[in-house]
């Protein structure tokens, strides 16, 4: 059976291409979304790739790969820096995440270099781009490969 991957994404990111290009680039979440089903497909995995806006909406996601995936990419940007919440759901989970930041949010203002989300992660990769996605999937591809899950 194919193992499968969630790659989850938080607010704003639907307005990705137009939402300030020069902070998180001109792609488009449609673009970033095909560059994670060309990555998975080169590995043999599928990836099931959603966003939105509520932060409620990305726990019930959340719970629901905790029953029917092997791991986890979430970019959950602003929620990052707030929700208590999306730890508690990964935490109960058990799956391995990557936490995946366009930007790099250690360079910008001071409030977003705390991430509820990294201290349940196995890694955070932030300040790539776009790039950033596929590089998620393929390290949590990697770990699973190696039994470390």
């Known amino acids: 059976m194919t193992q499968t991957l969630f790659v989850l994404n938080g607010p ?15 792609l488009t979440l449609k673009d970033i979304e095909n560059l994670c089903h060309s990555k998975a497909s080169e590995l043999g995995i599928s990836v099931d790739f959603r966003q939105t806006n509520h932060e409620g909406q990305l726990v019930d996601w959340i719970q629901e790969a905790g029953l029917t995936a092997k791991g986890l990419v979430i970019n959950p940007a602003a929620y990052t820096h707030t929700s208590v919440a999306l730890q508690d759901a990964i935490r109960a989970v058990g799956l391995p995440v990557i936490e995946v930041h366009l930007s790099n949010i250690h360079a910008r203002e001071s409030f977003r270099h705390t991430s509820f989300v990294s201290p349940v992660a196995l890694a955070v990769l932030c300040g790539l781009g776009a790039n950033g996605y596929p590089m998620a999937i393929e390290a949590l591809a990697n770990h699973l490969d190696q039994g470390d899950a």
Do not use: T, V
Not at 13 to 24: C, F, K, S, V, W
């Open 12 to 26: 704003n990111l639907n307005m990705l291409g137009q939402r300030e290009p020069g902070i998180y680039g001109s």
